[in-house]
């Protein structure tokens, strides 16, 4: 299974407008997952309009220390890298919306006296489009603070069945974009050619060079906004200039069109509105193999 992960960085940008438009088009010859991991405002249902078929509660578990066996040794909260644990006086506190529910609190403790209770934090939903695209989403329930988990248990709970698995990610470059990008094996990067594009476009970059994922850029509303070097023939917006010095390569650019905008609003994938760009995405998939085997060869 190949797993590329949309990420923009900055939100509104396009990220899930790419993914769906994509998966709209490699359903037609591969079997195919999409995994929609913004999981606090999930949308790429209103695009795909797939038939939700199961519904599981997304689950973290929370420790509960027994003060009768507890010592203190505060080994608990030693390995909580969360600081979800404080050693205060004569008690350790628990603070629950700091907590992941990794259980290391647990297996650590030299007396036994941590127990884990079931705490739900949001919902997986499962189903599958008109067009056979498996599809599952994480929900986060309002109020919790922990997307990361949810994201986790989505992709186990989806499996690895199918030859593609496409992940749209939350924006920004949080912790949930990094539970997204993980494992996966392209990422590609959404931006415009704007201030604020490039702002964020740099700091996905930063969280790729840790990750060390080959990656690509699609450059969505271009010809729009952004300073330019008029030093070099002709006029080059300074996305492009930051894509050529880090070697990044751009695999697809979209222009900014009202009839596009229009069309999202309306609920449409971006090849019903243009049909031109199912070709395009052809060859964005056929890029995206390149650079894969250009990465495998290299290393």
Do not use: W
């Amino acid at each position: 299974m190949i797993k590329i992960a949309i990420a923009s960085g900055k939100g509104g940008t396009g990220k899930t407008m790419i993914a769906t438009g994509l998966a709209s088009v490699l359903v037609r010859e591969i079997t195919l997952q999409f995994l929609d991991c913004d999981v606090e405002a999930p949308n790429a249902h209103l695009f795909l309009r797939p038939e939700i078929h199961e519904t599981h509660p997304a689950i973290i578990a929370l420790p509960v220390i027994d003060p009768d066996v507890c010592t203190l040794c505060g080994r608990c909260v030693d390995v909580c890298e969360f600081n979800a644990l404080a050693k205060i006086g004569g008690q350790i506190l628990i603070f629950p919306q700091l907590c992941h529910g990794c259980g290391s609190c647990n297996l650590q403790c030299p007396e036994s006296a941590i127990r884990e209770k079931p705490h739900p934090i949001g919902t997986l939903s499962l189903g599958q489009t008109e067009s056979e695209i498996q599809y599952g989403r994480g929900e986060l329930t309002i109020s919790e603070p922990m997307p990361a988990p949810i994201i986790r248990q989505l992709k186990r709970k989806m499996q690895n069945h199918g030859e593609i698995r496409i992940l749209d990610a939350p924006p920004g470059a949080s912790c949930s974009v990094v539970a997204t990008l993980h494992d996966a094996d392209f990422v590609l990067l959404v931006t415009e050619p704007t201030p604020f594009g490039l702002h964020d476009l740099r700091q996905m970059l930063g969280v790729l060079e840790q990750t060390r994922t080959p990656a690509g850029v699609i450059i969505n509303r271009d010809g729009i906004g952004g300073e330019v070097d008029k030093g070099r023939t002709g006029i080059t917006s300074d996305v492009e200039i930051l894509l050529e010095n880090r070697n990044i390569p751009i695999l697809m650019r979209i222009p900014h069109r009202c009839e596009i905008a229009a069309g999202l609003a309306k609920g449409k994938v971006l090849t019903e509105i243009l049909p031109q760009y199912r070709m395009e995405f052809s060859n964005l998939y056929l890029k995206i193999l390149e650079q894969l085997q250009t990465q495998r060869t290299a290393a």
